[in-house]
């Protein structure tokens, strides 16, 4: 490395990211702790010259409130459905894309295509595919014209309708529907990492195993899975991640109401309870907020804890 | 010996044809399950599609079409108009290629100060900025609400560009770039005098191509799907970005959605973001392997 004459020279070049980063990331960080632990903290009142007192009072208060509990509810169930169930259908499809030869590249574009897309226009075709037109749950006037294609679908195995995301729907076929959509979408991004590490398992490993005359699924479990295991780790964490950010897929199937007509909020989640409070109660949002930074803190954690000791580097 | 060496052979080849009819068995099933698959991944794409020039009555049939009996591309003139759609794509477009621009141009300087200078704290430095990448991002934004509040910044360009021009991940993916092109090379152009911002721009920038361009695609699918953000600051129809504009085109309709028109809407901002995907796939899948972040 060259010894510059001129060390000015590099902070000049860093001048523009360090202001931004200043003003936008180290503030923020410095002001959200400050603002949580000011009780009741709101900024209308700040320019107004209120003094708030120190203390913890926005984490109890968020912790006491049914509307956060709820929220929390909603993350949590998300996320432990979503990422294995998403997980486990991605490394089947990695390893059979990876077995396979003709096809393979088209079927590997197809399977990355939900990524290209906007979660809130898809989610609007997922609602329609859905939705009941004209639902019998909603006005008097209204009868059911189409049951929506997944409707159509299940009775045509001879199932009955359901009320997928209507007025008047269960909370059990909320979440049912926001699973397939989250899983639906989580997908490509899993195949795309685990089709990588597959190809990258040296091809000795399973010829040494044909030799031997290994049974497949020992092959799979002894070493496929091992070999793959750094990236199903990372796979793992940053689904937790994203599990616990989850927020626009919900906008964009049951839109700004976070939940089905009648019953606004019943699908919000921690993100969007920081969003309802952030130009109101800003002591609120960033406890709230501190909260979801230890959540993920702590499970990426266990995760690398875990995959540590499981890791076959 | 050679009688050994047959025997062997044959044991060989009685153990592969075994393994053949294995194989060929177990790849009926693997192309079966991939290709059941590959369809639930497409089938939304095809409904919205099919869905988007289906008449209002055709679409409420209670027994669905798989094909429309009538094509009507009206609906996607009037989803033009309805949700506004060409002044939104301006803004989008605005605001992503000046961003895009301007987060190249501090990406790379501050890259190149990375890779290649020395500098007191240099380290510590990246390591804090690397540290700010665990901080979800909903944490700063309660605060950068407040702040471009008070700057007056609400409903204009500016809200939706300034506050991320920088990533942090942009710049340590460059930087791992930079690093890679020999020291060397700068060695020498040092010795004939040139200037870093001429090393910079003729020798570093070129080299490092595949990863700017990716830079920039993953930038402008970002403001193509950036919703949160837009929707708190910027919504103002004059600097609505897409995705805000498209959620609000079609929910604050009270009663009956027409959702033909709704789906051709959706196909419409689809339609950009699958022709870059199609033709730009490398940079995508190798800029998104890397990353692990949505836009």
Known sequence: ?313 | MSDNKTMHAKDLQKVSSKQTAGKILSKFWVYLFLIVMALIVLFPFYWMLISSVKSIDEYRLSVPTLFPKEILWSNYVEAFNQANLGRLFLNTLYVGLVSTLLSLVITVLSAFAFARLEFKGKNALFAALLATMMIPGELFTITNYATVNSLGWMDSYTVLIVPFLVSVFYIYLLRQNFLQIPNELYLAAKVDGTSDLKYLWKVMIPLALPTLISITILKMMGAWNSYVWPRLVANDEKYQLITNGLRNAFTDSTGDVNIPVQMAAVAIVSLPLFLVFIFLRKYIMKGVSRSGIKG
């Open chain 1, 1 to 313: 490395m060259v010894e510059s004459k001129h060390k000015w020279k590099a902070w000049l070049y860093l001048s523009p990211a360090i202001i931004l980063l200043l003003v936008f990331t180290v503030w923020p960080i410095i002001n959200t702790v400050r603002m949580a632990f000011l009780e009741n903290y709101n900024s209308m009142g700040a320019v107004g010259g209120k003094i708030y007192a120190f203390g913890i009072g926005n984490f109890k208060q968020v912790l006491d409130y049914k509307l956060f509990l709820n929220c929390l509810g909603n993350t949590m169930l998300l996320t432990v459905l979503t990422v294995p169930l998403s997980t486990i259908l991605a490394l089947l499809i990695a390893v059979c894309l990876n077995a396979i030869k003709p096809l393979q590249r088209i079927l590997q574009t197809i399977f990355f295509l939900p990524y290209v897309t906007n979660s809130i226009a898809i989610g609007m075709v997922f609602a329609a595919m859905f939705n009941m037109v004209g639902s019998a749950f909603g006005g008097e006037n209204e009868i059911v014209v189409t049951a929506g294609i997944i409707n159509n679908v299940i009775e045509f195995f001879g199932g009955e309708a359901v009320n997928w995301i209507n007025a008047g729907s269960t909370y059990a076929a909320n979440i049912t529907v926001m699973v397939v959509y989250i899983v639906w979408n989580a997908l490509p991004f899993k195949i795309l990492i685990l089709l990588g590490g597959l190809q990258s398992i040296n091809k000795q490993y399973y010829d040494a195993a044909r030799v031997d005359g290994t049974r497949r699924s020992r092959v799979f479990t002894k070493i496929t899975v091992p070999l793959l295991s750094p990236m199903l780790a990372y796979v793992v964490i940053t689904g937790f991640i994203g599990g616990f950010k989850e927020y626009s897929s919900i906008v964009g199937i049951f839109g700004e109401h976070m939940g089905p007509a009648g019953d606004a909020k019943r699908l919000n989640t921690m993100v969007g309870f920081i969003y309802d409070s952030l130009s109101t109660q800003q002591g609120r949002a960033s406890a709230a907020a501190l909260i979801l930074f230890g959540i993920i803190f702590v499970v990426t954690m266990i995760n690398l804890y875990v995959s540590k000791k499981k890791t076959h580097y």
